[in-house]
């Protein structure tokens, strides 16, 4: 497994935990249409995106940090992982956890893993 398919299967972790308050996909980029993040959600009705890294080196390339901004203005969040460590993961992980506890009355029939 590569360097980043290690932070995708540890984000994949953690997006499971929420389901099915979390909902989305991973597009799969073949050159043809707009430029896409690694993954695509809701949460709670929110919109959010999460580019991953393998690790703290690497930035987003110039067309990541359009889609980026462009998600950012429209009200979206994006979350930018660089490692499968608690600490690289932890805004994503606090971020999923704040909002679905600010939505539970409206869910609480649904049992989470959380």
């Known amino acids: 497994m ?3 398919g290690k932070v995708k299967k540890e984000v994949k ?3 499971e935990a929420y389901k099915p308050l979390v909902s989305g ?3 799969v980029q073949n050159g043809m249409g707009l430029p896409m993040l690694d993954y695509v959600g809701c949460c709670c009705g929110l ?3 999460i580019e991953t890294k393998k690790d ?3 930035d987003l390339t110039p067309r990541q940090e359009l889609t980026k901004e ?3 203005a429209a009200g979206g969040k994006v979350f930018v992982v660089k490692g499968v460590t608690v600490s690289d993961t932890a805004e994503l992980e606090e971020w ?3 909002t679905v506890m600010q939505h539970k009355k409206k869910f609480n029939n ?5």
Not at 110 to 114: A, E, G, T
């Open 96 to 98: 999923l956890h704040r």
């Open 25 to 27: 996909r991973w597009p």
């Open 47 to 49: 919109h959010f995106e």
């Open 13 to 15: 972790r953690i997006l």
């Open 56 to 58: 703290f080196k690497q």
């Open 110 to 114: 649904l049992s989470l893993k959380v």
């Open 2 to 4: 590569t360097p980043e």
């Open 70 to 72: 462009e998600t950012e």
